[in-house]
């Protein structure tokens, strides 16, 4: 039960997205898009959800067309949407930031150090 409930919250906050995407008002969505991608992300992070990769493929499509259109048409307004279409793009695809890398590479050493000490 819990399995198709989930499912049911996968599918409609993809709809969600792809809604808010293809509205005429998609560049103040973009705050939003970004909520409900880290949210899905989330949720497959923590295993409860599955997203298939045609899934993500079409909203990593979805979202570069929006970027595309906000550097069509540069305003200040867009500058912002275009950095949080970016950064759903990039949860969604899964970029790792530079905090990312330097905490893996601080949990590497720390590995490291644990395993050698006699």
């Given at each position: 039960?819990?399995?198709?409930?989930?499912?049911?919250?996968?599918?409609?906050?993809?709809?969600?997205?792809?809604?808010?995407?293809?509205?005429?008002?998609?560049?103040?969505?973009?705050?939003?898009?970004?909520?409900?991608?880290?949210?899905?992300?989330?949720?497959?992070?923590?295993?409860?959800?599955?997203?298939?990769?045609?899934?993500?493929?079409?909203?990593?499509?979805?979202?570069?067309?929006?970027?595309?259109?906000?550097?069509?048409?540069?305003?200040e307004d867009n500058s912002?949407?275009?950095?949080?279409?970016l950064i759903a793009l990039?949860?969604?695809?899964?970029?790792?930031?530079?905090?990312?890398?330097?905490?893996?590479?601080?949990?590497?050493?720390?590995?490291?150090?644990?395993?050698?000490?006699?």
């Amino acid at each position: 039960m819990k399995e198709i409930q989930l499912k049911m919250i996968k599918d409609k906050t993809i709809k969600k997205i792809r809604s808010l995407m293809e509205c005429i008002e998609f560049a103040s969505n973009g705050e939003h898009v970004q909520r409900y991608v880290s949210a899905l992300k989330f949720m497959q992070n923590t295993e409860q959800i599955t997203i298939e990769e045609n899934e993500i493929e079409v909203l990593s499509e979805l979202i570069g067309r929006c970027l595309y259109q906000l550097l069509e048409n540069q305003t200040e307004d867009n500058s912002e949407a275009f950095e949080k279409y970016l950064i759903a793009l990039g949860v969604l695809e899964g970029w790792k930031t530079k905090e990312d890398k330097e905490k893996e590479a601080l949990q590497r050493n720390a590995s490291r150090l644990l395993t050698t000490r006699p």
